[in-house]
C-alpha cells in the first residue's frame, strides 16, 4: 500500500464538489451558451442527468473491488499487460487534464488579473504550490479542502444574492427558439467538461472511511456541484445575456463586476477569481497527486513522493509547448477533447466493469 | 544563457536532496526512474528556452479524433 492515509466520506462529498466546480466555472458558460443560445440551462440540466449515469458506472465499478485503486483494478482485471496499457492510457489523460488546468490559470491571471507578469512566473508558483499539498498526502489535502469549504459558500452566496437585483427575465426567451438539435450539442460538450472526469474518483475511493456512504455522498456530490454551475450558467444568461455571454471568455468574471449596491459594494468580481482559485487549486493538486501515485503503482515503485518534482517538471513544460496559442487550445477543446474524454473515462471503465463482472462469476 | 543555468542548477539541487536518502535505503529502481524523468523535463525546458518548436502530441490526438468529432458535428447540427 503506498498511501496510508484514510479520508472521511464527508471530505470525500467535499472534493467532489470541488472537483465539478473548478476548472467549469470561468469557461463552461461561455462554451455551453455559444452553442444553445439561450437554452444553455437546458443542455445543462440534460448532461446532469447523463453525469448521474456516469457516477452510477464508476460506483459499480469502484465496489466491485473496494480495496484497490483505478490502476490496481485495471490490471486485477485485463491482466497484467492489457491492464498496465489501459491505466497508462488514463494516466496520460490525468497528465494533459493538470497541464490544461495549469493553463487555463495562465491564460487567465495573465489576460484579467496580472496583465503584466509573464505567464510561466505564475504557472511556475502555482505548481509549487500544488506540489507542496500532493507531497504531504491525500489527507492533507481533503482535509484542508474541508475548512476551506464555508469560505467557498459564503462567496458563492454573496455572489448569487447581489445579482438578484440585476435579473432580466426577457433574457431567457425565447425557450427552443431553434428546437432541440443545438441543446444536444451544448450537453454533449459539457459532458467532457466537469462530469465524466470523475473517474478521477475511482483513485481515492478505496482510501474512504464507509464504503455505502461513499456511494450516497459521490451523487450527493455531482449534484451539488452540478447545481453551482447550473446557478452560474443561468445567472450568467439572465443578467449578461445569451450574445455578451457567448462573446466574453470568462462570462462569470463578469458576473462579478456587474455587482453593484448603493454605489458603494461595488467592483467585487474578485470574488469569483478567488472562487475559481481555490477551486482549481484543489482540482490541480488531487489530479497531480494522483497521477503521482497512479505512476509509481504502475512502475511498482516504494514511493511516490520521489515523483512528485519530476512530474512538476514534466507538467510545467508541457503545458508551454502542447499549445502554441489560445486559438489552438480552443479549437482542440471544441473537436477532439469530448470523444478523447469519453473514449477514457466512459468506454474503458465500461469494458472494465462488463470484464469484471464476467470474471467474478 | 542565465536561465538555462537556472534550469541545471534548479535540478541539481532537487537531485542533492532527493537522491542521498535512496542511496541509503537501496532504491536503485526509483533512483533510475526519478533521473529519467528529471533528465526528460530539463531537456524539454532547454529547448523551449532555445525556442525550438517541439512537435505537440495534441495534433496527432486531434488528427485521430477529427473522423469522429466531424460525425457528432453532423449528427447534431
Not at chain 1, 440551462?41 to 448532461?47: C, F, L, R, V
Not at chain 1, 485503486?69 to 485495471?74: A, G, L
Not at chain 1, 450537453?187 to 467532457?192: D, E, G, K, N, T
Not at chain 1, 514534466?314 to 477543446?333: A, C, E, R
Request: aromatic share 14%; glycine share 6%.
Amino acid at each position: 500500500m503506498l498511501e496510508k492515509g484514510k479520508i472521511s466520506s464527508g471530505e470525500f462529498l467535499i472534493m467532489v464538489i470541488i472537483f465539478n466546480i473548478g476548472g467549469a466555472i470561468l469557461t463552461l458558460p461561455s462554451v455551453l451558451v455559444s452553442l444553445a443560445k439561450q437554452d444553455g440551462w437546458i443542455a445543462y440540466i440534460i448532461a446532469t442527468l447523463i453525469g448521474l449515469c456516469f457516477v452510477l458506472l464508476f460506483t459499480r465499478l469502484a465496489l466491485l473491488y473496494p480495496s484497490m485503486n483505478y490502476i490496481e483494478v485495471n490490471e486485477k482485471i485485463f491482466g497484467i499487460w492489457i491492464g498496465k496499457i489501459s491505466a497508462l492510457l488514463f494516466l496520460l489523460y490525468l497528465y494533459y487534464l493538470s497541464s490544461a488546468l495549469l493553463s487555463e490559470i495562465g491564460n487567465f491571471f495573465s489576460t484579467q488579473v496580472l496583465v503584466e507578469t509573464p505567464m510561466e512566473m505564475i504557472m511556475i508558483l502555482f505548481i509549487l504550490t500544488s506540489l507542496f499539498g500532493a507531497r504531504l498526502g491525500l489527507e492533507v489535502i481533503c482535509r484542508t479542502a474541508f475548512f476551506f469549504f464555508p469560505w467557498l459558500v459564503l462567496l458563492l452566496f454573496i455572489l448569487f444574492v447581489f445579482l438578484i437585483p440585476d435579473i432580466k427575465f426577457e433574457n431567457l426567451q425565447p425557450v427552443f427558439e431553434e428546437g432541440m438539435k443545438p441543446i444536444m450539442r451544448g450537453s454533449y460538450h459539457s459532458l467532457a467538461l466537469p462530469y465524466v472526469q470523475l473517474v478521477f474518483f475511482l483513485m481515492i475511493t478505496p482510501y474512504v472511511h464507509e464504503k455505502a456512504e461513499m456511494k450516497k455522498n459521490f451523487y450527493l456530490g455531482t449534484i451539488l456541484g452540478g447545481g453551482v454551475l447550473f446557478l452560474v450558467i443561468i445567472f450568467s444568461i439572465l443578467v449578461l445575456g445569451a450574445d455578451n455571454t457567448a462573446r466574453l471568455n470568462y462570462p462569470s468574471y463578469k458576473l462579478g463586476m456587474r455587482i453593484s449596491i448603493g454605489n458603494f459594494f461595488e467592483r467585487v468580481e474578485v470574488i469569483v477569481a478567488f472562487i475559481w482559485v481555490f477551486t482549481e487549486y484543489f482540482k490541480l493538486t488531487i489530479c497531480f497527486y494522483g497521477l503521482a501515485l497512479g505512476l509509481a503503482q504502475l512502475l511498482g515503485l516504494k514511493n511516490y513522493k520521489i515523483l512528485l518534482f519530476p512530474l512538476a517538471f514534466l507538467i510545467l513544460t508541457f503545458t508551454i509547448f502542447s499549445h502554441p496559442d489560445i486559438v489552438h487550445y480552443q479549437n482542440f477543446m471544441a473537436t477532439a477533447w469530448t470523444p478523447l474524454s469519453l473514449t477514457i473515462c466512459f468506454i474503458l471503465p465500461l469494458l472494465l466493469l462488463i470484464v469484471g463482472k464476467i470474471r467474478k462469476k | 544563457m542565465w536561465a538555462i543555468i537556472g534550469t541545471v542548477c534548479t535540478g541539481a539541487i532537487i537531485s542533492f536532496f532527493e537522491i542521498p536518502p535512496l542511496i541509503k535505503k537501496k532504491c536503485w529502481k526509483e533512483i533510475v526512474i526519478f533521473v529519467l524523468l528529471l533528465l526528460v523535463g530539463m531537456t524539454l525546458s532547454i529547448l523551449i528556452i532555445k525556442d525550438i518548436t517541439i512537435p505537440t502530441p495534441i495534433d496527432w490526438i486531434t488528427k485521430i479524433y477529427s473522423p469522429l468529432a466531424h460525425f457528432m458535428d453532423r449528427i447534431l447540427s
